[in-house]
């Protein structure tokens, strides 16, 4: 008598014998590649240099009475545009400026304005809300991130992206619970409605902005989205520090101290700008912001030494809980929706593509042509005597048999 086994009992040990031979199958070797490791590196490379911004506008905040973010900002996008835009005007073809201007120029205005806002308003919000809401708001673009991701780059997430995003937030909590048993609690009480509101703000623009470049990055050129960066954000962050900074640029006090902390930090963020599309095209711009979530413990390493900050160890857990789950995120890549329409689109562009080179280039499509009609005949002729040859061993063949 033969017994069956419940389909669901089957299934059960079918899971679990995949489960076994994935574990079996397992390679620590494959997991910790050297592209990891780089990115790893690269990530907390762009930490180190927000650590920068923010050691160098608290020193001309506390020690000079300097406040004018704009004002730094300005000299960030001068050096992009100076740089970058200078190299897009000497391109020709399609990737000059003059044709970018044509084709884009208002979606460059936008995600200039658009940056220009992100780092703004979350610089003001220090006025209204505390460091610790901050601290933990800051975090909202992740989300952000991963549905703008999914819904224009059409990134496809897995269970471990969403389980090591929720580890690098634990890892923001310990964090943030340091800094209240520290007593680091700092930051302005007046409106904190509105504080908390803007850091959201700030948030959600930065993932728009993340977003964008990582499209950029991967579809266009890095140099085309710095150029244009650089080009609105120094236009947009002029005119914004003429109507908003005026009066604060006015009561600086110059001194050489104050250049070398605006320049250092104009430095850290032409550098921020300058890698972050690197590190962003070996990934991506979700697995780049996990990384930056230990710029704030940076920070407070710093200001241990710098400001004498009180120290916990909870600061050491939180750096080691944020870096495995950024670790765990980047271990599986995450796959890409391809879908007909974007198929589709593809071919067509590479259709014309194709109409383009035969436009541009008719001597050299006529000369291909032309080799490949000499390539058939030659072809055909060669087995056109393979078979004259065959015909003839086998007609003499026969011959013999009949002998």
Same mark, same amino acid.
């Given at each position: 008598?033969?017994?069956?086994?419940?389909?669901?009992?089957?299934?059960?040990?079918?899971?679990?014998?995949?489960?076994?031979?994935?574990?079996?199958?397992?390679?620590?070797?494959?997991?910790?590649?050297?592209?990891?490791?780089?990115?790893?590196?690269?990530?907390?490379?762009?930490?180190?240099?927000?650590?920068?911004?923010?050691?160098?506008?608290?020193?001309?905040?506390?020690?000079?009475?300097?406040?004018?973010?704009?004002?730094?900002?300005?000299?960030?996008?001068?050096?992009?545009?100076?740089?970058?835009?200078?190299?897009?005007?000497?391109?020709?073809?399609?990737?000059?400026?003059?044709?970018?201007?044509?084709?884009?120029?208002?979606?460059?205005?936008?995600?200039?304005?658009?940056?220009?806002?992100?780092?703004?308003?979350?610089?003001?919000?220090?006025?209204?809300?505390?460091?610790?809401?901050?601290?933990?708001?800051?975090?909202?673009?992740?989300?952000?991130?991963?549905?703008?991701?999914?819904?224009?780059?059409?990134?496809?997430?897995?269970?471990?992206?969403?389980?090591?995003?929720?580890?690098?937030?634990?890892?923001?909590?310990?964090?943030?619970?340091?800094?209240?048993?520290?007593?680091?609690?700092?930051?302005?009480?007046?409106?904190?409605?509105?504080?908390?509101?803007?850091?959201?703000?700030?948030?959600?623009?930065?993932?728009?902005?993340?977003?964008?470049?990582?499209?950029?990055?991967?579809?266009?050129?890095?140099?085309?989205?710095?150029?244009? %960066?650089? $080009? *609105?954000?120094?236009?947009? @962050?002029?005119?914004?520090? /003429?109507? !908003?900074?005026?009066?604060?640029?006015?009561? =600086?006090?110059?001194?050489?101290?104050?250049?070398?902390?605006?320049?250092?930090?104009?430095?850290?963020?032409?550098?921020?700008?300058?890698?972050?599309?690197?590190?962003?095209?070996?990934?991506?711009?979700?697995?780049?912001?996990?990384?930056?979530?230990?710029?704030?413990?940076?920070?407070?390493?710093?200001? %241990?030494? $710098? *400001?004498?900050?009180?120290? @916990?160890?909870?600061?050491? /857990?939180? !750096?080691?809980?944020?870096?495995?789950?950024? =670790?765990?995120?980047?271990?599986?890549?995450?796959?890409?929706?391809?879908?007909?329409?974007?198929?589709?689109?593809?071919?067509?562009?590479?259709?014309?593509?194709?109409?383009?080179?035969?436009?541009?280039?008719?001597?050299?499509?006529?000369?291909?042509?032309?080799?490949?009609?000499?390539?058939?005949?030659?072809?055909?002729?060669?087995?056109?005597?393979?078979?004259?040859?065959?015909?003839?061993?086998?007609?003499?063949?026969?011959?013999?048999?009949?002998?």
């Amino acid at each position: 008598m033969d017994t069956k086994q419940p389909e669901g009992a089957s299934r059960d040990e079918d899971r679990k014998s995949g489960f076994m031979m994935r574990v079996r199958k397992f390679n620590l070797k494959e997991v910790l590649t050297w592209q990891l490791a780089r990115t790893l590196a690269m990530g907390q490379g762009l930490a180190a240099l927000i650590c920068g911004t923010a050691v160098t506008s608290q020193y001309l905040a506390t020690s000079f009475g300097v406040n004018t973010p704009m004002m730094q900002s300005l000299f960030n996008y001068t050096l992009l545009c100076v740089t970058y835009t200078t190299m897009l005007l000497c391109r020709s073809g399609d990737g000059n400026i003059l044709q970018i201007l044509k084709r884009r120029w208002w979606k460059y205005l936008l995600l200039g304005l658009v940056d220009v806002e992100a780092n703004y308003t979350v610089v003001k919000a220090y006025q209204y809300t505390t460091l610790t809401s901050i601290q933990l708001l800051d975090c909202f673009v992740i989300p952000v991130l991963m549905i703008l991701s999914w819904w224009v780059l059409k990134t496809r997430y897995r269970p471990v992206h969403f389980v090591a995003v929720c580890i690098c937030l634990l890892g923001v909590g310990a964090m943030v619970g340091a800094d209240l048993l520290a007593g680091r609690d700092q930051g302005s009480t007046s409106n904190i409605l509105l504080g908390d509101g803007l850091v959201l703000i700030s948030a959600t623009l930065y993932a728009v902005s993340n977003v964008c470049q990582e499209y950029t990055v991967k579809n266009l050129s890095r140099v085309e989205f710095l150029g244009m %960066v650089g $080009l *609105f954000g120094t236009i947009i @962050s002029t005119v914004q520090m /003429v109507v !908003l900074e005026r009066n604060e640029v006015a009561k =600086i006090q110059w001194s050489w101290q104050v250049g070398l902390l605006f320049a250092a930090y104009a430095l850290c963020m032409y550098a921020l700008y300058s890698c972050m599309p690197i590190v962003m095209k070996l990934s991506s711009a979700t697995s780049v912001n996990l990384s930056l979530l230990t710029a704030d413990l940076f920070s407070l390493f710093c200001g %241990v030494f $710098l *400001f004498q900050y009180n120290f @916990s160890g909870l600061y050491l /857990v939180s !750096l080691v809980v944020i870096l495995i789950g950024f =670790i765990t995120f980047n271990v599986v890549p995450t796959p890409v929706d391809h879908t007909d329409s974007s198929s589709s689109s593809s071919s067509s562009s590479s259709s014309s593509i194709c109409e383009e080179d035969h436009n541009n280039d008719p001597v050299a499509t006529q000369d291909d042509i032309t080799k490949q009609e000499v390539a058939v005949r030659i072809t055909t002729e060669e087995e056109e005597e393979e078979e004259r040859r065959k015909s003839d061993l086998s007609d003499a063949v026969g011959r013999s048999t009949k002998l």
